[in-house]
């Protein structure tokens, strides 16, 4: 779920009309002097991170000046909190508070349906709080075609032991929460302390909003780069891999990096599922086995082989990995062949230097694991293909045994290569990238077998020479599934015309990082 | 019997001249699904193996026939129109197939297929399948793997992961134990229809004996299934299994969800609780087959 940050949360609170307190994030101590200057009044300072209880760990401070502002500020950068290094502050003024409370919504599963909470007691610790004082909390499920009406809020704050003035302001409150939570599409709102001022106000002093991952898409306003639960912020290979998930929107590609530090003496290994269920099931078997994972990636819901290329180049794109596990349910109702043909293409142009282990067991598994025999059985490389019959564990003790042949070497990051084109080589567009045929090879080929090979069946002969049979643009529109097939039958059969660019923004520069010692950012 | 499909229901596909759709149209036409129309805006008039495209649900059902269940493959965003459609036309069950349905959207559809007394499955799910009668989505993916890999019986098989849904009926069939029906209900956080609503199905239906079910870590559903025999609602033996053990747990998803959900939703609470209401929970997804029939044959033995 993608979370926004405090400061990022607020604003939105503020377009709704809650009231924030006085403030502005800030990127350097002379920023944090600058909106203490502003604001003129004492300040806290709060450190910007996904992680609850922050006043614990030095996270908030208060400062009575600009200067001691400033000052306070250099030691909170910098700060290393979990996976995060402190890089924003929030600079607010003080407030100075009569009484906290809670305020927030969630999505109920049972119910199917937000549920409102609101508790009379706020603050640290609340759920406790809640579980030892239920008449100080108020839960209400909202009919999502009504929204949250101001007097479902009202009685909800009554019920929770508040009445008057303050009653009316905070259900004013609560109703435009419900408000900014439903036009983001949060999976989860939550106002801790809402608060009551001296002065008697009503404002929101923290506030944190989780974005539904799957409706990101439609809040560009929001500027979320990576939209996945993370508790920290997305690596520099994640990013490279998010970008290719969000521009093809054909079965799912989730990778997830577990160590950016893989040392070359590490038994750690590439992991590559297919579906939640089987991955976690196959990543139990690689752990049992005594293997750490460097990376979690899930390729399902029948993604096409071009998908599958890519997740596979990668996650090959970690250096030091030992070996290569792919493995899912063992019995996946998608054609499994395509998954076979992206990892051939991917692991011919990586020049694969580890050992691999590809549980390709469901549908067309003799065909898919016929095809890494095919192709990837010569030059000593060891890729071993398995079906449902054999269980993950089997498949994670044949890697160990491969990796302890292969002396353990550690895998070497290149520079990222791709087969070339010749300039003005027929071809057209894909999907995602291109397909080149260079014609002139095509005269010494005896049999033509690209246009067999083609699944849809789009190339047609035209003087001999293989041709697109639709239009370019029904093509580009998914015609053309990026099965590789024509691909990978010239290259292995004939005269390797055919060239199938698939373009990863970004890997190649961050292979160049790789291969000249730096890590990921 | 079956739950919620058999071989007379009858069939529509949203979506079928898509990539998946077209795909799917054959997997489920050659397995014997009553597949009666397929629907894509503006390319009424074509057909689909055989199958009558029209360009919208309420005009299939005109010109093709009532339609009992509908089938959706449209990409995720145009997923709520499709579904509200469908339900505006009085169709009854949905399958929302695609994956990355936002949440709000399941949310408004829960409401209106209430409204209407519909249910829908999904979204991302592979689907159901009666096995020998009809499938609705893509379990199995070709028609001659469904025939092989499950198998008529007394076991219904309720699952959170796709992929494990066949895996699970699989290695049934290969243990010599058929199913009544098979349902992936859905990797989501919020699905129409939920382990606890499966179960009830299955609860009602004479031929289901047994009942096997993968759960998974998050949400409530595992729990609910525990009320539901607390309650004495569902009374026939379950065989379940609960993934995500290993799964850090830590990452608290907030103060507001640890509120409502009350301490539901981990590994443990998950497996304590099934198992406070006798619930075989196993260690291994491959004890399912033999716990299974253990139970099934010591049924038969005292019947």
Redesign the interface.
Known sequence: MARLFEYQSKRLLKQAGIRIPEGDAASSPEEVRAIAERIGRPVVLKIQVWV?GRAKIGGIRFAATPQEAEAVSREMFGLKVRNFVVDKLMVEERLAIKSEF?A???????A????V?F?SVGGTG??EI??RHPEK?G?LTV???TGLREFEARNLIRRSGLGGGVAVDLADCLTRLYAVA?TY?A????V?PLVLTESGQVVAADC?L?I????V??HPELGIEVAR?F?RPPTALEKIAYQVEEKD??G?FYFLQMSENVGPDDRAIGFHG?????S??S??AV?RQGFALANYCDT???PPASKVYRAARVILSQPNIKGYLAS????????QYHSARGLVKAFHEEGLDIPAVIRLG???EEKAIEILKDYLGDRGRTVEGYG?AD?PDFCAERLDKLIRANGSRPHRVKPLTERTVPPGAYGFDTTTGRLSIDHSRCAGCRTRGCVEACAPKILKLEDGRPVLAIAPEDARK?KC?ECLSCEIFCQFHEREAIVISLPIPGLKEYRERIVHGHSGE | MAILVNERSRVIIQGITGREGMVRAQLMKDYGTNLVAGVTPGRGGQDVYGVPVFDSVEEAWEKAGPIDASVIFVPAALVKNGALEALAAGVKLLVLVPDRVPIYDVLELSRAAADKGARFVGPNTLGLLSPGKAVLGMIGGRAERAREWFKPGPVGVTSRSGGMTSAIAYHLTQAGLGQSSIIHVGGDAVVGLSHPEAVELFESDPETQLVAMFGEIGTTQEERVADLIEQKRFTKPLVAFISGKAAKSGTRFSHAGAIVEGGRGSYETKVTRLRAMGVHVVDSLFDIPKTARDILGSKELSG
């Open positions: 609850t809670f927030g919504l969630v999505i109920d599963d049972a199917k349906a937000p549920v909470i508790s609340v759920e809640a579980g909390v839960k009919d999502i075609r439903r599409e999976r989860s709102a939550e801790n944190h989780v539904d991952d799957y409706a898409s439609r639960e508790d929107y054909r799912t297919a579906g939640g269920g089987g976690m099931m990543m139990d752990l399902s819901g029948n899912g349910s063992g019995v996946a109702s998608q054609e469901g549908n067309f449902r269980s998914g599934t």
